[in-house]
Structure formats: C-alpha cells, structure tokens
C-alpha cells in the first residue's frame, strides 16, 4: 500500500512538472516574441528620428519636457513626388500646441500661399516654398518669425505615409461639406464624394485634404478638410482597438515620416493622452485677405488676426500673452481692405 501511494505521488510530480515545463516554455515564447515586436518595433519607429540643428528654440528661454511641459508640433505633408523625394513643398502646414496637465490641443492650418520675406532671397514668397528653398529647419523659422511663438517639435510626411497610416487604423469618418469630386493621385480616376458622413481609406482622405479648386471657401475650406482628417486620424490611433497596430505604424513612421519625437517620448505621450478624441481639439483660425497684385496669388494674414492666433497659442503654451493694439490693428485692416 505504502509502496503504491508513492508511486501515485511520483506519478503526479512528474506530470506537474510537465504541465509547469509546457507552461514555462510557452511564457518564454510569448515574452520573447513580444520582446522582438517591442525591439522591431521600436527600431523601426526609431528610423523616423531626425534631430533639429539646435537644443531649443529661440523663442524658449529653457528647454522643456514633452509629457511635463506644454508644447507645440509642426505638422508638415511633404508633396515630393516631382522632387524624388528630395525638399519638396510643403502641401499642408500645421501648428499643434498640446497641454499635457489638461489633456487639450490646439489646431492651427497655415494657408500655403501665405506671403513672407526671405532675407537669403532679398524678396517675398509663399510659406510653403520654404521647405524647397532650405528644409525643415527654415520652414519652422517661417513659421515662428510669422506666429512668434516657439516651434518645439516637428515632424514630416510625405504623400504614402499619410494614406497608408490612415489604412492600418482603418480610415477616418468625416463630414463632407457638399458634393464633389477630386482626381486620385494613384491613377487618372475620379473619385466622388457626397454630402454627410463617410468612411474614407487613405487614397480618399489625401484627395478630400488636397481638394481646394471646386470649394467655394477656397484654401479656408481645404484647412477645415485637413483638420478634420487629422483629428480623425488621432482619433483612431489613440482608439483602443488600434493599440494592437502599433508596430505597423511604426514601421510606416520609419519609412516615410521624419520627426524629433524620439521614440521613449512617443510611447509616454500615447500613454498620457489615451483616450483623447476630437472634442478635446479647438480650431484655430488665422484670416486675412487674397492679393494677386503682383500678378502671383498670395495669402495676406491680417494683423489683428495674426495678434489674436499669437494671443491664443502662448496662452495654451504657458508663456506670455501678446498684447493686441487696437489703433495698430484698425489701421493694419484699414491697409488691407
């Protein structure tokens, strides 16, 4: 009897130690393979860094901490296609401030034809010619020399980056304001869009952010478009059901997409803004007035509006207000009416 019962028992070691070896061997297995998608993952969004050619900007006074402090972001779309790939116009120009303490951001779209001096030319240009005349870096000094308020982060994408994110989270909803159709930039095809709520995938969503011809708002219309689009997209990446597609968009990141986010600050900004949506986002709007008088369509910010943007914008950043002067500012309309 005696005998029998420590067979029993050995028998019942040896199996719980199967059962616990099986177990072992597939907790290792699955901490390895996420321990490779983690490193994959990880060097594939890493080859998205590109530091900037200065610590901070000159409109700092110390330098800050992404998931600390508040921050600004240039969102630059690169139309590269006719370059090769090399400094093409900037498409769409974005000014983002986030507040981490309140979780909000604000949105600013930047017309492309608007006009500003370039001293290494001794003339006047569009904003979106900057990135061809000299890169990211004299894009973000445009943009900081036109809204005085500093440009902390940039990041860049360029036409497949943008549509194939927006395919790996599953496209973006948005309101279309009124019938029309654009052509793709994929082949000649004509693609139609209605009035109301749709779905659209990548390819839709670049030509419902690039249409500007047919909309009677002209470039204030296609800025609207493009904000929609972008809150919709952080929408979806910030979605619960797309956490799971991180490594994909990762990789996209280092194929196509050039920023100085590195990516330790990316992984706590996900965490720190989990569960942001679009209603956490206000609009901002810079207006002026269209100049054709030298022959070449530019956009002529107002100065009262470009005092109320810079008001708005270094509030939400924490740093001075500016100080709008109302004779200054009647005269500036005045001059453009």
Not at 3 to 10: A, G, T, V, W
Not at 151 to 178: H, L, Q, R, S
Not at 252 to 269: A, F, K, P, Y
Request: aromatic residues 10%; hydrophobic residues 35%; without cysteine.
């Amino acid at each position: 009897m005696v005998n029998s019962r420590l067979e029993k028992k050995k028998k019942k070691g040896k199996r719980l130690k199967r059962v616990l070896y099986i177990f072992l061997t597939l907790f290792l297995a699955v901490v390895a393979y996420g321990g490779y998608v983690f490193y994959e993952t990880y060097q594939a969004a890493n080859g998205a860094f590109t530091e900037l050619d200065r610590d901070k900007s000159k409109y700092r006074e110390t330098e800050i901490e992404i998931n600390k402090d508040p921050f600004s972001v240039l969102i630059m779309g690169i139309e590269d296609y006719s370059t090769g790939g090399e400094n093409g116009r900037t498409d769409t120009l974005m000014v983002a401030t986030l507040n981490p303490k309140d979780k909000t951001m604000k949105l600013l779209s930047i017309p492309r034809d608007t006009q500003v001096y370039y001293e290494h030319l001794g003339y006047y240009s569009k904003i979106n010619h900057a990135n061809a005349y000299g890169g990211k870096e004299m894009t973000i000094d445009k943009v900081e020399e036109l809204l005085e308020v500093p440009i902390d982060y940039y990041t860049t994408v360029n036409f497949d980056g943008f549509k194939n994110v927006i395919d790996i989270v599953g496209g973006v909803e948005v309101e279309v304001p009124f019938d029309f159709s654009e052509k793709s930039d994929v082949d000649s095809s004509r693609i139609y869009f209605t009035e109301g709520l749709m779905k659209l995938n990548g390819e839709e969503a670049l030509a419902y952010a690039r249409m500007r011809k047919v909309d009677p708002r002209g470039d204030f219309g296609r800025n609207d478009r493009q904000k929609q689009i972008i809150q919709s997209a952080l929408s979806e990446i910030l979605s619960p059901g797309n956490l799971l597609k991180v490594d994909d968009i990762a990789r996209e990141m280092g194929n196509n997409v050039q920023t100085n986010i590195r990516v330790s600050e990316g992984i706590g900004l996900s965490r720190l803004y989990a569960g942001f949506n679009a209603s956490n986002i206000e609009n901002v709007s810079l207006d002026g007035a269209d100049d054709t008088s030298t022959g070449v369509y530019y956009f002529i910010p107002y100065e009262e509006s470009i005092f109320e943007v810079r008001s708005a914008l270094k509030q939400h950043l924490g740093l001075e207000s500016a100080t709008v002067q109302t004779d200054q500012t009647e005269d500036s309309i005045d001059s453009n009416e």
